[in-house]
C-alpha cells in the first residue's frame, strides 16, 4: 500500500527567507510525486511533479522540489518566501504498480509568510 | 476556459434525502475523480474513472456512487447521506495517467 506524510502541520517562515515543505512517501515500485496548495476557499492548484529523469523539478511560482530516492522525499522548497505563498500545501504520490486512481494525498501543511 | 466546474458550491441536506453533486470539465480529460477534504486529513479519494463506463473505488467510497456516461461529466451520487458525510468534496480531471490534475472550486455539503 502506498502511503504519504507531511509531518509538519505548518511551517511559518519569514518573508525573504527560504521556505521548505517536507513530505516523505511510501510505494511499491516507482513512484510518481506531485504538489499542490490550496489557497483559502479556492480549490487545489497544481504547483509540479516528478515522473523521471532528473531529481530537482521545477514548477509555478518559482517553486521546486528535490527527488530523493533513498531517503523517499520529495520536499518542496523556495529560496526567498513571499506573503503571497501563505496557503495550504498537499503533496501527493502514486506508482507505477497502481493505477493512476490511487493518487493519494498527505494531510497538508499550512504554510504562513510573515512580512 | 479550461476548468472543472461543480455545482452547487454550497449544499444543506437532511439525513436520508437524496443528492447529486455535479462535476462537468471541457478539456476533454480521460482520467477524473472525486474527493472529500476534512481537517487533518488532507484530500481522500472516494471514487475515479478512467475512461466513459471506466470508475473504481478509491479509498472512502462507502455511501457513494458515481456514474461516467459522458466523457465530460462525473456526478458524484449520495443515496442515503449521512451526517458523517458532511464534507468538503472536490472533483479533479488529468488527461493523462500522470498529468497534473485541475480541480474544481469544491462543494461544501452539510448534513443535518
Known amino acids: 500500500a502506498q502511503s504519504v506524510a507531511q509531518p509538519e502541520d505548518q511551517v511559518n517562515v519569514a518573508e525573504g527567507n527560504p521556505l521548505t515543505v517536507k513530505c516523505t512517501y511510501s510505494?511499491?515500485?516507482?513512484?510518481?510525486l506531485f504538489w499542490y496548495v490550496q489557497y483559502p476557499n479556492r480549490g487545489l492548484q497544481f504547483l509540479l511533479k516528478?515522473?523521471?529523469?532528473?531529481?530537482l523539478v521545477k514548477g509555478s511560482y518559482g517553486f521546486e522540489a528535490e527527488f530523493n530516492k533513498s531517503q523517499t522525499s520529495f520536499h518542496l522548497k523556495k529560496p526567498s518566501a513571499l506573503v503571497s505563498d501563505s496557503a495550504l500545501y498537499f503533496c501527493?504520490?502514486?506508482?507505477?504498480?497502481?493505477?493512476?486512481?490511487?493518487?493519494?494525498f498527505g494531510a497538508g501543511t499550512q504554510v504562513v509568510v510573515t512580512p | 476556459e479550461a476548468q472543472v466546474t461543480q455545482n452547487p458550491r454550497y449544499l444543506i441536506t437532511v439525513t436520508g434525502k437524496k443528492l447529486t453533486v455535479t462535476c462537468s470539465q471541457n478539456?476533454?480529460?480521460?482520467?477524473m475523480s472525486w474527493y472529500r477534504q476534512d481537517p487533518g486529513l488532507g484530500l481522500r479519494q472516494i471514487y475515479y474513472?478512467?475512461?466513459?463506463?471506466?470508475?473504481d473505488k478509491g479509498d472512502v467510497p462507502e455511501g457513494y456512487k458515481v456514474s461516467r456516461k459522458e466523457k465530460r461529466n462525473f456526478p458524484l451520487i449520495l443515496e442515503s447521506p449521512s451526517p458523517n458525510q458532511t464534507s468538503l468534496y472536490f472533483c479533479?480531471?488529468?488527461?493523462?495517467?500522470?498529468?497534473?490534475?485541475?480541480f474544481g472550486s469544491g462543494t461544501r455539503l452539510t448534513v443535518v
Open positions: 479533479a480531471s488529468s488527461f493523462g495517467a500522470v498529468g497534473g490534475y485541475t
Open positions: 510505494v511499491s515500485g516507482n513512484p510518481y
Open positions: 516528478y515522473i523521471t529523469g532528473d531529481n
Open positions: 501527493a504520490v502514486s506508482s507505477s504498480r497502481d493505477s493512476w486512481g490511487k493518487l493519494q
Open positions: 478539456m476533454n480529460h480521460e482520467y
Open positions: 474513472s478512467m475512461n466513459v463506463e471506466v470508475t
